[in-house]
């Protein structure tokens, strides 16, 4: 059976576990934290030497972290990572997007306003920043979902999975979802597919 070791209230780590709901995969749930120092015990830091979660276990020894592999690996041979290479290309490159620009500035701004442990960092120029950074991204993604009903194929895949969890609660880090209307219909598509859950779910057991 496949472990997902995460932090609940983590967006990289429901990633995973959105993934696994939308294709109805059993799967445990292992809860790990930064917050009371579990992904930093020598036994962590030996499966995932970065210290960070989520780290997938497969149960027979292989482990894989860092969330858009985590969900590229899960998603093979399912509709969510098109075989075309020109399509999953396309996959990639959002993917790549939602860590080099979305995730950096949207859920970075997030945690230095929800986690009190991180308000000393929440300095004016950087909460300055990130906003700007985050605006864009978004701004990004509307460009593109006023041409698209997804990103990376003409249905929903791990790339629109990969963006779901920081965008919608970008509001929770400062941003305001209003000129965004395309990015809202967009969250709502997928807060449509079967199976899908929200962030607070976990798999029974
Ligand atoms: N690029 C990584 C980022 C993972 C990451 O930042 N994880 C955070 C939780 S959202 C974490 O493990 N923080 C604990 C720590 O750094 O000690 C991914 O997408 O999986």
Known sequence: ??????????GNCYKPRLLMALLDRPFRH????????????????RRNPSGQCPLLDLGDGRLLPESNAILVYLAEGTPFLADDPFERAQTLRW????QNAHEVSIAVRRSLRVYPERA????GERMAL?????????????????TAPFF?????????????????????????LAPFPAVQSWLARIEALPGFRSRDWLPEG
Request: no cysteine; glycine share 10%.
């Open 130 to 146: 990130t906003l700007e950074n985050g605006t864009r991204a978004l701004g990004v993604m509307e460009t593109h979902l006023t």
């Open 95 to 98: 993917m790549f997007f939602e």
């Open 1 to 10: 059976m496949i472990t997902i070791h995460g932090m609940q209230d983590s």
């Open 30 to 45: 292992q809860e790990v934290s930064a917050r009371d120092g579990s992904t930093r015990t020598p036994e962590f830091l």
């Open 152 to 176: 990376g194929g003409p249905r929903a895949s791990v790339a629109d999975i990969a963006l779901y969890p920081y965008t919608a609660s970008a509001p929770e880090g400062g941003f305001d």
């Open 120 to 123: 000393a960092a929440a300095t």
